[in-house]
């Protein structure tokens, strides 16, 4: 077991005076293996964001345990948890948002290696930054562009060479492919399962769209009002839904 | 039986010798962009008639927002619109700008994408939505006011009244969505563009709007141009679809047929690339309208692809009585 969470919860406080509280998430415990996809759906508001966020404590928990290979993230000191940093990372929803507009692809790229000392020298450098481009499927060329000079598809792959270039063994994909067309996001969807193959780098995979939950996870857990309601394999989700909330999901899936 | 046979035929007749409501013909919308020119749509032809939902579909950049632009005018002083868009047998786009604006938001409708970007942040939404209602019927406010409200409760908008004063901040993505709705169904439109209606959306919203935009149709027989990269949504509502790559129409028929045997490679890799269907991207990348490829635009990323597609540019052809593909080599 990679990483488990136990009775995670996180309260937001909002109104006047932050007199109002709202539970975003819920006493949810779960675990992920080692090269495992887990897939977490549920609506719009229902709280799996906040999960990812949780979970690599970009987002403090109100309670709560997390444990990541064998390390309660919760109690670590902030110096032991950069350190882990390096071993989970997160893809966010919109790339072109999540790559730094005034830098070049190659300056972005760098970053994450320079920061953990990954390579000596520039032409280590480069050659690393090579080696990643041609494993999400883009070229040389791509390294002098700005991000707004990126398709959507292409800028989500410098999004996912970055975390890659830091050998992560988990990382949070947070509707990685919602923003994208149908064509790229099966070859984003492609490049995922890949990874997970090759590096044996587990996902917490976040989407509202049943169909890709469905073919990509080794596992799902439906969210509902912060709440995991459900958790199983996709095949016995899908055919023999138990909570009434997943019934309803999947009910609402359109057929083509 | 008999009876019920000719009552079907009669119907079936009525169907085809059903009036054509938006003719568009050779339709090509070019941009001036640094001296160079980009043809965004590049030769649309196309029909709708009364009570029809023709499915747009194709992948960003393609062309197909621009196309429903292209049909209200609603484009930047850099594009020039070229061909013939027929209204009810009446050139558009000759009309002038006055005439122009009493047909927009009357007859026909366009129902933006981005439902949080589409609506004034700082006015309420029963304001929003009243200024189409005054601006085209001649109704006295108080009876304005009570048009909207009858709207926001058909619209499934709970306690109407509150949902008048709220402003869009206030509103869920689908609230605002059917806010949107609710102005351009306001005037009983004859032709409603739709772009991109369940972008972002997730599947329970998604299936909400499909059931709204499908009540909004049957119930006044409106037609519509629905905008969307999404099949599942055309597969629900769409009488017909046609398919755009890179400007152009690449394949054109009947929902049923179009999705069960789609006969134009780029159609069948799309729906090959759902996720459903494991995971089969189309090779390649869409191309910059800018710098087309010769020949078929298509051809560098279709397996079927040899020396004729790179060399002529295909036409769109006729298969049989209503579907059309373009392309040398037609999938079976």
Same mark, same amino acid.
């Given at each position: 077991?990679?990483?488990?969470?136990?009775?995670?919860?996180?309260?937001?406080?909002?109104?006047?005076?932050?007199?109002?509280?709202?539970?975003?998430?819920?006493?949810?415990?779960?675990?992920?293996?080692?090269?495992?996809?887990?897939?977490?759906?549920?609506?719009?508001?229902?709280?799996?964001?906040?999960?990812?966020?949780?979970?690599?404590?970009?987002?403090?928990?109100?309670?709560?345990?997390?444990?990541?290979?064998?390390?309660?993230?919760?109690?670590?000191?902030?110096?032991?948890?950069?350190?882990?940093?390096?071993?989970?990372?997160?893809?966010?929803?919109?790339?072109?948002?999540?790559?730094?507009?005034?830098?070049?692809?190659?300056?972005?790229?760098?970053?994450?290696?320079?920061?953990?000392?990954?390579?000596?020298?520039?032409?280590?450098?480069?050659?690393?930054?090579?080696?990643?481009?041609?494993?999400?499927?883009?070229?040389?060329?791509?390294?002098?562009?700005?991000?707004?000079?990126?398709?959507?598809?292409? %800028?989500?792959?410098?999004?996912? %060479?970055?975390?890659?270039?830091?050998?992560?063994?988990?990382?949070?994909?947070?509707?990685?492919?919602?923003?994208?067309?149908?064509?790229?996001?099966?070859?984003?969807?492609?490049?995922?399962?890949?990874?997970?193959?090759?590096?044996?780098?587990?996902?917490?995979?976040?989407?509202?769209?049943?169909?890709?939950?469905?073919?990509?996870?080794?596992?799902?857990?439906?969210?509902?009002?912060?709440?995991?309601?459900?958790?199983?394999?996709?095949?016995?989700?899908?055919?023999?839904?138990?909570?009434?909330?997943?019934?309803?999901?999947?009910?609402?899936?359109?057929?083509? | 039986?008999?009876?019920?046979?000719?009552?079907?035929?009669?119907?079936?007749?009525?169907?085809?010798?059903?009036?054509?409501?938006?003719?568009?013909?050779?339709?090509?919308?070019? =941009?001036?962009?640094?001296?160079? /020119?980009?043809?965004?749509?590049?030769?649309?032809?196309?029909?709708? *008639?009364?009570?029809?939902? $023709?499915?747009?579909?194709?992948?960003?950049?393609?062309?197909?927002?621009?196309?429903?632009?292209?049909?209200?005018? #609603? $484009? +930047?002083?850099?594009?020039?619109?070229?061909?013939?868009?027929? !209204?009810?047998?009446?050139?558009?786009?000759?009309?002038?700008?006055?005439?122009?604006?009493?047909?927009?938001?009357?007859?026909?409708?366009?129902?933006?994408? @981005?439902?949080?970007?589409?609506? @004034?942040?700082?006015?309420? *939404?029963?304001?929003?939505?009243?200024?189409?209602?005054?601006?085209?019927?001649?109704?006295?406010?108080?009876?304005?006011?009570?048009?909207?409200?009858? $709207? =926001?409760?058909?619209?499934?908008?709970?306690?109407?009244?509150?949902?008048?004063?709220?402003?869009?901040?206030?509103?869920?993505?689908?609230?605002?969505?059917?806010?949107?709705?609710?102005?351009?169904?306001?005037?009983?439109?004859? #032709?409603? /563009?739709?772009?991109?209606?369940?972008?972002?959306?997730?599947?329970? #919203?998604? /299936?909400?709007?499909?059931?709204?935009?499908?009540?909004?149709?049957?119930?006044?027989?409106?037609?519509?141009? $629905?905008?969307?990269?999404? !099949?599942?949504?055309?597969?629900?509502?769409?009488?017909? /679809?046609?398919?755009?790559?890179?400007?152009?129409?690449?394949?054109?028929?009947?929902?049923?047929?179009?999705?069960?045997?789609?006969?134009?490679?780029?159609?069948?890799?799309?729906?090959?690339?759902?996720?459903?269907?494991? !995971? @089969? +991207? *189309?090779?390649?990348?869409?191309?910059?309208?800018?710098? #087309?490829?010769?020949?078929?635009?298509?051809?560098?990323?279709?397996?079927?692809?040899?020396?004729?597609?790179?060399?002529?540019? +295909?036409?769109?052809?006729?298969?049989?009585?209503?579907? !059309?593909?373009?392309?040398? @080599?037609?999938?079976?």
């Amino acid at each position: 077991m990679l990483l488990m969470a136990e009775n995670l919860s996180k309260e937001f406080f909002k109104g006047r005076l932050n007199k109002s509280r709202i539970r975003a998430v819920d006493g949810v415990s779960f675990s992920i293996n080692q090269g495992e996809i887990m897939g977490l759906v549920g609506e719009s508001g229902s709280g799996k964001s906040t999960v990812g966020r949780l979970l690599l404590l970009l987002l403090e928990p109100t309670e709560g345990r997390i444990y990541f290979n064998g390390k309660e993230l919760t109690r670590l000191r902030k110096k032991e948890l950069q350190n882990l940093r390096k071993d989970m990372q997160i893809i966010f929803q919109h790339p072109q948002e999540s790559l730094n507009p005034r830098m070049k692809i190659y300056e972005s790229m760098a970053e994450p290696i320079r920061l953990y000392g990954l390579a000596d020298g520039k032409s280590r450098e480069k050659e690393e930054i090579l080696k990643l481009l041609e494993t999400v499927g883009l070229t040389e060329e791509h390294l002098e562009r700005y991000p707004h000079e990126l398709s959507g598809g292409q %800028a989500q792959r410098v999004a996912i %060479a970055r975390v890659l270039a830091l050998k992560p063994k988990f990382v949070v994909a947070d509707e990685p492919t919602s923003m994208l067309d149908v064509s790229v996001q099966a070859q984003i969807l492609k490049l995922i399962k890949k990874l997970q193959r090759e590096y044996k780098i587990s996902f917490l995979f976040i989407s509202h769209d049943l169909e890709v939950v469905r073919a990509i996870s080794d596992r799902i857990a439906i969210m509902q009002k912060g709440k995991i309601v459900e958790l199983g394999e996709p095949e016995q989700i899908f055919s023999m839904p138990r909570h009434p909330y997943t019934k309803y999901l999947i009910n609402s899936i359109l057929n083509l | 039986m008999v009876l019920v046979q000719t009552a079907m035929e009669n119907s079936e007749q009525k169907a085809k010798t059903a009036e054509t409501l938006l003719e568009i013909r050779n339709l090509k919308t070019y =941009f001036k962009i640094n001296g160079s /020119i980009v043809k965004a749509v590049d030769n649309v032809s196309l029909k709708i *008639i009364n009570g029809e939902i $023709l499915g747009l579909i194709g992948e960003t950049g393609c062309g197909k927002s621009v196309l429903g632009l292209s049909i209200l005018r #609603l $484009l +930047p002083e850099n594009a020039k619109i070229e061909g013939n868009l027929l !209204f009810r047998g009446k050139e558009i786009l000759s009309l002038s700008k006055a005439e122009m604006r009493k047909l927009r938001g009357k007859e026909i409708v366009l129902i933006p994408q @981005n439902p949080s970007t589409s609506l @004034n942040p700082l006015m309420q *939404i029963g304001c929003q939505v009243l200024e189409a209602v005054i601006r085209h019927h001649n109704l006295k406010k108080s009876e304005a006011v009570s048009k909207v409200l009858d $709207l =926001f409760s058909k619209l499934k908008l709970q306690e109407p009244p509150r949902k008048f004063r709220d402003f869009p901040h206030q509103l869920s993505g689908g609230m605002k969505q059917r806010v949107l709705m609710a102005m351009g169904v306001a005037c009983n439109p004859k #032709l409603i /563009i739709v772009d991109e209606p369940t972008k972002g959306l997730d599947a329970v #919203l998604r /299936i909400e709007v499909v059931r709204m935009l499908k009540e909004t149709a049957s119930a006044a027989g409106t037609s519509m141009l $629905l905008i969307t990269h999404d !099949f599942s949504v055309a597969a629900a509502l769409a009488h017909r /679809i046609a398919v755009m790559y890179a400007g152009e129409i690449v394949e054109m028929g009947k929902t049923a047929a179009v999705l069960r045997n789609p006969r134009h490679p780029y159609t069948a890799g799309l729906l090959n690339s759902l996720p459903g269907k494991g !995971f @089969n +991207p *189309i090779p390649g990348s869409s191309p910059s309208i800018i710098s #087309l490829p010769e020949g078929c635009r298509f051809h560098p990323r279709c397996s079927r692809a040899n020396m004729k597609c790179t060399a002529s540019h +295909p036409e769109l052809v006729k298969l049989n009585d209503d579907h !059309f593909v373009r392309c040398f @080599n037609v999938c079976f």
